[in-house]
C-alpha cells in the first residue's frame, strides 16, 4: 500500500528514452485502458490457436471485459510492481524490508497489483494481506470489478507465456505455495482465470 502512493505519469510500461534523457518516469500508454488492451487480442488468438481456450469462452471474455471496462478509467497512475508475488519480498515474518525483481514494473493501478497475489494465492493468504492493505489505504468502491479484470488479463497473460515456453508441457505437478499438488500447472493456469471470469459474471 505504500509503494502505491507514488504517482506516475501516463501509464504502462516505462518509456526508458525520457527515463535515460531527462531521468523522468513516464508510462508509455496515454490511458489505463490502452495499457490493459495491450496485445490482448494477440494473446487471445494465441490462446485459442493453442486450445487451451475455445472460441465460446474467447468470445465470453471479450464480451465481459467490454461489459466492465468502464472500471479500468483511472485518470492517476502508480507505481506498481506486476509480480508482487511472496519469493519476490525479503524480510522477516513480521516485516518486509525489502520487494525485489523489477522487471515487469509499470505505471498503473494499484488493484493491478492485488489481483498479481491473487494469482498464485487462494482466499487464506489473500484476504489476510488485504486486510493489513486496508489499515493503510481504503478500497475503491469498485474494487471488485477491478480486481476480476485485472486477475483475468493477468492469467491470460500467463497462460501465453507458459504455454510458449512449454512449461505446461513437463510432467510434473504444481508444488509453489498454496497450489495443490494434484494439479498440473495448466489445469491450475485455467482455474485461476476462470476464478476471474466467474466472479466478474457475478456481479
Request: glycine share 6%.
Amino acid at each position: 500500500a505504500k509503494l502505491h502512493s507514488i504517482k506516475l505519469d501516463g501509464f504502462g510500461f516505462f518509456n526508458t528514452e525520457v527515463l535515460r534523457k531527462k531521468n523522468k518516469i513516464i508510462g508509455l500508454d496515454k490511458t489505463n485502458k490502452q495499457y490493459f488492451d495491450k496485445k490482448l487480442q494477440d494473446h487471445l488468438k494465441y490462446l485459442q490457436d493453442t486450445t487451451f481456450l475455445t472460441g465460446k469462452e474467447v468470445k465470453e471474455i471479450e464480451g465481459l471485459i467490454d461489459k466492465f471496462k468502464k472500471h479500468l478509467d483511472i485518470k492517476q497512475g502508480y507505481m506498481v510492481h506486476k509480480d508482487v508475488a511472496y519469493w519476490n519480498m525479503v524480510g522477516t515474518p513480521k516485516k518486509v524490508n525489502a520487494i525485489v525483481d523489477w522487471d515487469d514494473v509499470i505505471s498503473g493501478d494499484p488493484i493491478d497489483d492485488l489481483a498479481v497475489e491473487r494469482c498464485f494465492y487462494g482466499e487464506d493468504v489473500f484476504n489476510p494481506m488485504l486486510e493489513g492493505y486496508k489499515e493503510i489505504t481504503s478500497l475503491p468502491d469498485d474494487f471488485y470489478p477491478r480486481l476480476w479484470l485485472y486477475l483475468i488479463r493477468n492469467m491470460l497473460w500467463k497462460a501465453v507465456f507458459r504455454i510458449f515456453m512449454k512449461y505446461m508441457d513437463m510432467d510434473v505437478k504444481v508444488s509453489l505455495l498454496n497450489r495443490s499438488k494434484d494439479k498440473s500447472l495448466k489445469e491450475f493456469t485455467y482455474n485461476q482465470l476462470y476464478l476471474g471470469i466467474n466472479n466478474l459474471k457475478k456481479l
